[in-house]
């Protein structure tokens, strides 16, 4: 997912496309209530912008596309992120060396009805957007009821979001679609074209097959719980063989899947056989070096690696390891608050530097600070946290704690008192107090 702060930066449309009245229609009743109407705005901006002929040094900032939607930097990329996940908007960085990064978006063509419904994805979250009545109305309507000329650019790399990137949704929903979800399916099978594509973690499910079918579990289980896996090896950073590999201990002899089991498993014995080991390795082979290279090399991890493998390997140069409970803390996380991947390695990070151990209360007040103060990236993180360090170390060094001093007698200003104050009979009795047997003799 890409996201800049600069207004001045270039961008382009490389295809054009052409909307139908009936995609027109798709867009803006099934599509607005996901990308919502500044997401249907600037597809519709970005439609009319395509110019084959448009020399790069010509091209416009993404400033332009702000007065033209009236909308912050921020409202507009969260428009680009909402396109990107439903699979309208493809977005791609240009790196060149004159001009440096551009943009370059290409627009997907707007689907039949037919292709949004037997997506589970996308019909799950419209559903949970409008309602299950608004949602089988619309699915029964629609059930009743162009060339591409693309422009070609060198270097580019996809930075498009992903649909979990952006979009979370009840695990059970993505486990096992809702019956409204099922039923729109199959009101809206005349499809001829295929699905949706959403840009999520690319899963050889194939071998996902082949490689279940040797403890007999059969490859509709895994088309069953597409969903579940693909947000599991997402969360946990796992390729196909280590998902067979963890889901194992889970199968006892039986021929489903078991996702609830899976995730369970997981976090209790996240790669615990290699723990110790990589730990001494680890251990051996550190190494020291400058500020900004561990800075650097930080935040590349946070954006590189899955929560789950950033918590474990954090542990383990620290000496420890992940517990099952951390685990269940990172999960709720992404599940629940819906923080992006990078900024739960962030808050991890800060939560160990704190206390050993991630738990849900330190977790939960961190992320709602940073919330309330619009921190979404673990730099703008690690900036806010190391700020508020330093502020603290400074009210520290300039507060000096009140010393209390006991008073005491200065016996050189007192002056001696010889006088005595005594009666005669005072004087005599004082006398025969000290020797009492003299009256006696």
């Given at each position: 997912?890409?996201?800049?702060?600069?207004p001045?930066?270039?961008?382009?449309?490389?295809n054009?496309?052409?909307?139908?009245?009936k995609?027109?229609?798709?867009?803006?009743r099934?599509?607005?209530p996901?990308?919502g109407?500044l997401?249907?705005?600037?597809?519709?901006t970005?439609?009319?912008e395509?110019d084959?002929?448009?020399?790069l040094?010509k091209?416009?900032a993404?400033?332009?596309?702000q007065?033209l939607l009236?909308?912050?930097l921020?409202?507009?990329?969260?428009?680009?992120h909402k396109?990107?996940?439903?699979?309208?908007l493809?977005?791609?960085?240009?790196?060149n060396?004159?001009?440096?990064?551009?943009?370059?978006f290409k627009?997907?063509?707007?689907p039949?009805?037919g292709?949004?419904?037997?997506?589970?994805?996308?019909?799950s979250l419209?559903?949970?957007?409008?309602?299950?009545?608004?949602?089988?109305?619309?699915?029964?309507?629609f059930?009743?009821?162009a060339k591409?000329?693309?422009r070609?650019?060198?270097?580019?790399e996809?930075?498009?979001a992903s649909f979990?990137?952006?979009?979370?949704?009840?695990?059970e929903?993505?486990m096992?679609?809702?019956?409204?979800?099922?039923?729109a399916?199959?009101?809206?099978?005349?499809?001829?074209?295929e699905?949706v594509?959403?840009?999520?973690?690319?899963v050889?499910?194939?071998f996902?097959?082949?490689?279940?079918a040797r403890?007999q579990?059969p490859?509709?289980?895994v088309d069953r719980c597409?969903?579940?896996?693909?947000s599991?090896m997402?969360?946990?950073?796992?390729?196909?063989?280590?998902?067979v590999?963890?889901?194992?201990?889970?199968?006892?002899g039986s021929?489903?899947?078991?996702?609830?089991a899976?995730?369970?498993?997981?976090?209790?014995?996240f790669?615990?056989?290699?723990?110790?080991?990589?730990v001494?390795?680890?251990?051996?082979?550190?190494?020291q070096?400058a500020?900004?290279?561990?800075?650097?090399?930080?935040?590349?991890e946070?954006h590189?690696?899955?929560?789950?493998?950033?918590?474990?390997?954090l542990?383990?140069?620290?000496?420890?390891?992940?517990t099952a409970?951390?685990?269940?803390?990172?999960?709720?996380?992404?599940?629940?608050v819906?923080?992006?991947?990078?900024?739960?390695?962030?808050?991890?990070y800060?939560c160990?530097n704190y206390q050993?151990?991630?738990?849900?209360?330190?977790?939960?007040?961190i992320?709602?600070d940073?919330?309330q103060?619009?921190?979404?990236t673990?730099?703008?993180?690690?900036?806010?946290?190391?700020?508020?360090?330093?502020?603290?170390?400074?009210?520290?060094?300039s507060?000096?704690p009140q010393r209390?001093?006991?008073k005491?007698t200065d016996?050189s200003k007192?002056?001696?008192?010889?006088?005595i104050?005594?009666?005669d009979d005072?004087?005599?009795?004082?006398?025969n107090?000290?020797?009492?047997?003299?009256?006696k003799r």
């Amino acid at each position: 997912m890409y996201q800049n702060s600069n207004p001045k930066q270039r961008y382009l449309v490389m295809n054009e496309l052409t909307l139908e009245p009936k995609q027109e229609k798709v867009l803006i009743r099934l599509y607005q209530p996901l990308v919502g109407a500044l997401g249907v705005a600037l597809y519709q901006t970005l439609l009319e912008e395509f110019d084959a002929y448009q020399p790069l040094s010509k091209t416009p900032a993404l400033y332009n596309l702000q007065e033209l939607l009236d909308c912050s930097l921020r409202q507009l990329f969260t428009a680009i992120h909402k396109l990107e996940a439903t699979g309208l908007l493809t977005t791609y960085v240009s790196h060149n060396q004159v001009m440096g990064d551009l943009l370059a978006f290409k627009l997907n063509k707007v689907p039949d009805a037919g292709y949004f419904f037997n997506t589970d994805l996308l019909a799950s979250l419209l559903r949970e957007k409008i309602g299950s009545p608004r949602f089988s109305q619309l699915s029964r309507t629609f059930a009743r009821s162009a060339k591409r000329q693309e422009r070609q650019l060198e270097n580019l790399e996809d930075v498009s979001a992903s649909f979990f990137e952006v979009f979370r949704l009840p695990d059970e929903e993505v486990m096992d679609p809702s019956s409204e979800v099922k039923a729109a399916a199959r009101e809206n099978v005349q499809v001829k074209d295929e699905p949706v594509q959403l840009k999520v973690k690319q899963v050889d499910w194939q071998f996902l097959k082949d490689c279940f079918a040797r403890y007999q579990i059969p490859a509709s289980e895994v088309d069953r719980c597409q969903g579940e896996i693909q947000s599991i090896m997402e969360l946990y950073g796992l390729s196909e063989q280590e998902f067979v590999d963890e889901t194992l201990p889970t199968l006892h002899g039986s021929y489903q899947l078991n996702p609830a089991a899976i995730r369970k498993s997981l976090a209790y014995n996240f790669k615990a056989d290699h723990r110790r080991q990589e730990v001494l390795k680890q251990q051996e082979q550190g190494q020291q070096v400058a500020g900004d290279q561990r800075d650097q090399a930080l935040l590349t991890e946070m954006h590189e690696k899955a929560p789950a493998e950033f918590l474990s390997d954090l542990k383990k140069k620290k000496g420890g390891f992940s517990t099952a409970r951390e685990r269940f803390v990172i999960n709720n996380l992404q599940s629940s608050v819906g923080l992006a991947p990078s900024l739960i390695n962030a808050l991890v990070y800060t939560c160990l530097n704190y206390q050993s151990v991630v738990t849900q209360d330190l977790a939960g007040r961190i992320a709602n600070d940073w919330l309330q103060k619009k921190i979404t990236t673990p730099e703008a993180a690690l900036k806010y946290v190391r700020e508020r360090a330093l502020n603290n170390r400074q009210k520290k060094r300039s507060y000096t704690p009140q010393r209390t001093t006991e008073k005491v007698t200065d016996w050189s200003k007192k002056e001696f008192n010889d006088k005595i104050d005594l009666s005669d009979d005072e004087l005599r009795k004082m006398l025969n107090n000290i020797n009492p047997d003299k009256d006696k003799r």
